[in-house]
């Protein structure tokens, strides 16, 4: 199970970390990502991180602005987002890919589980 949290309503410029909690399973054998999605638009890739944290993929739209980091020791995947923008408001989901430990290109998983996201709007 994926638990996310820490989402909310921020001011445009302002940062917020949200957090993914993970349980029964350990996190260090799979990759895990973070996902966005808009109603009406297609769910899109933000950032994953490989099973020991080594490699990481990130979205052109957020590089720079977004990182993403895990502690496998609590079974937490983190992703810190600064500059937020109002192109940043969308629901936020990670899932973590069953399939493989490894990152892909644009964050494509084999196997996803999902967990059931938190909200982030960025709005003055």
């Known amino acids: 199970q994926l638990v996310e949290s820490g989402g909310g309503l921020v001011q445009p410029g302002g940062s917020l970390m949200i957090s993914c909690a993970a349980s029964?399973?350990?996190?260090?054998?799979?990759?895990i990502g973070w996902f966005r999605q808009v109603p009406g638009n297609e769910r899109e890739a933000v950032s994953c991180?490989?099973?020991?944290?080594?490699?990481?993929v990130y979205a052109d739209s957020v590089k720079g602005r977004f990182t993403i980091s895990r502690d496998n020791a609590n079974n937490m995947v983190y992703l810190q987002m600064n500059n937020l923008q109002p192109g940043d408001t969308a629901r936020y989901y990670c899932?973590?890919?069953?399939?493989?430990?490894?990152?892909?290109?644009?964050?494509?998983?084999?196997?996803?589980?999902w967990g059931q996201g938190t909200q982030v709007t960025v709005d003055s």
């Open positions: 899932a973590a890919d069953f399939g493989s430990a490894a990152v892909k290109p644009m964050c494509v998983m084999q196997s996803p589980h």
């Open positions: 029964g399973f350990k996190t260090e054998w799979y990759a």
């Open positions: 991180i490989s099973s020991r944290g080594r490699n990481t």
